[in-house]
């Protein structure tokens, strides 16, 4: 016989608007890991105080890391979005990262097997997508190579509602698979 802790204690509904950086609430939300909560604050505070590509990165794969995991998003992923773009704009520094991974939340949020975005954040994550879009313009001057490529085609399709567009472009990251969706067409 098994059990299944939350059919004993199940789950308190979550829905809040945007959350603050200090609001203890971070502490309760489930991040990329199901059943483990993610206090994404404490990494988005650090990427606040980030100010150049090499810091950047650090952050960025310890945000990869929580905020996605095989296929899995939370409601720390959520929350994530709108404080992702707003500092990105902020500390204008824009690269794959912010671009891919808000993108691949936004993807992740419609497979049905991932949680429902509370209605209260909606409001907020919806503007933080359109802006995502947005961001793309300003590595219009960098030079692109493949990584910052699909991330960009696959921003802008997200900040435009082509979910499965942008899980198509997001996929074509290598030349091997770009060769072999080539063949097939």
Known sequence: MTFTLGKFFPKKPFNEPSLDLSNPLWKEIEGGYKGSPCDASVILRRLEKTQTIQELDIVYKELWDELHHQGDVGLASYYAVPHLVRIAKQNKLIDYNVLSLVSLIEIQRHKS??????????????RAIVEL????????????????????LTAIAISKGQIKLANVILNLDSEDVIDEFLDMY
């Not at 097997?113 to 919806?126: C, E, F, G, Q, R």
């Not at 879009?133 to 960009?152: F, I, K, P, R, Y």
Request: charged share 25%.
């Open 133 to 152: 879009g947005e961001l793309t313009q300003c590595v219009m001057h960098q030079n692109w190579d493949l990584t910052l490529s699909s991330a960009v």
């Open 113 to 126: 097997d991932n949680p429902k975005m509370p209605k209260a954040l909606d409001t907020d994550y919806k």
